[in-house]
């Protein structure tokens, strides 16, 4: 008999009936996801989010910041609206280009190559300025909604 169980960590208790079933079971159950946290609100920011949940291979959540707690993963509300964020398993976080750049390397294959450029200067200076631009002017995008709109800094 098997029984799983959630702790207060969120990591997965698992009590097994003999010690074989219960280390294996806890190998399967403690795999440490990466995390991308993008707006929800922001029509543009779900469609990027439902882009990525079609093409990342790995194991990665992928979860609107108005669903998760940001001060576990050392965030701000401000924090959220203004970039996408990836949050590595071991913490490390990535902001804007360079979390993008890390969503495309999840997905493999060709994605690597634009991955790359996201990721390594002197490309991830044009990246940035992109994402910069983009997440600006987010809500001039098609499909865009008055809540991809990023409040004035003030």
Known sequence: MV???ALPNEALAVRASNK???ARL???CSIVLSLLIFDGDCAVCTSCANWARRHVKGAVEIAPWQRIDLATHGLTERDAMAAAWWVSPNGRRYRGHLAIGQVLRECGGWWRLPA???LVPPFSWVASLVYRLVARYRHHLPGATPACRIPASG
């Open 20 to 22: 074989k079933t219960r």
């Open 3 to 5: 029984t799983v169980g």
């Open 26 to 28: 806890y190998f399967e």
């Open 116 to 118: 790359w450029f996201c």
